[in-house]
């Protein structure tokens, strides 16, 4: 069983920046696809941005490409989500999910059912 857990939501304004770290139980996490999603207030949980287990693939949903980088160091069981330049419709809470099975590619990266772990979310509210 692996535990997820986020840290580094907050308020920021437009333009701003925010880290959101994801700290992960477990010593299998050097072998896990890594993600994050998001879900707005009334709409469904989202793709973000992925990476494979060893870091040498990301993934990135047109609407943040360019703006987040997604990162993570396989010592600290940990991932990250830089993103920079913030507006308003990034606005949402921010979920970290884990995969265990190997064969990610890029059609499948954003697939929710694939995810095996969720964390419990932070929120991430952008003001304009």
């Known amino acids: 069983q692996v535990q997820l857990v986020e840290s580094g939501g907050g308020l920021v304004q437009a333009g701003g920046s925010l880290r959101l770290s994801c700290a992960a139980s477990?010593?299998?996490?050097?072998?896990?696809?890594m993600a994050w999603f998001r879900q707005a207030p009334g709409k469904e949980r989202e793709f973000v941005a992925a990476?494979?287990?060893?870091?040498?693939?990301?993934y990135y949903a047109d609407s943040v490409k360019g703006r987040f980088t997604i990162s993570r160091d396989n010592a600290k069981t940990t991932v990250y989500l830089q993103m920079n330049s913030l507006k308003p419709e990034d606005t949402a809470v921010y979920y970290c999910?884990?995969?265990?099975?190997?064969?990610?590619?890029?059609?499948?990266?954003?697939?929710?059912?694939?995810?095996?772990?969720w964390g419990q979310g932070t929120q991430v509210t952008v003001s304009s």
């Open positions: 477990g010593r299998t996490f050097s072998s896990y696809t």
């Open positions: 990476i494979n287990a060893n870091g040498g693939s990301t």
């Open positions: 999910a884990a995969d265990r099975v190997p064969g990610t590619t890029r059609q499948t990266v954003g697939v929710r059912l694939r995810y095996d772990y």
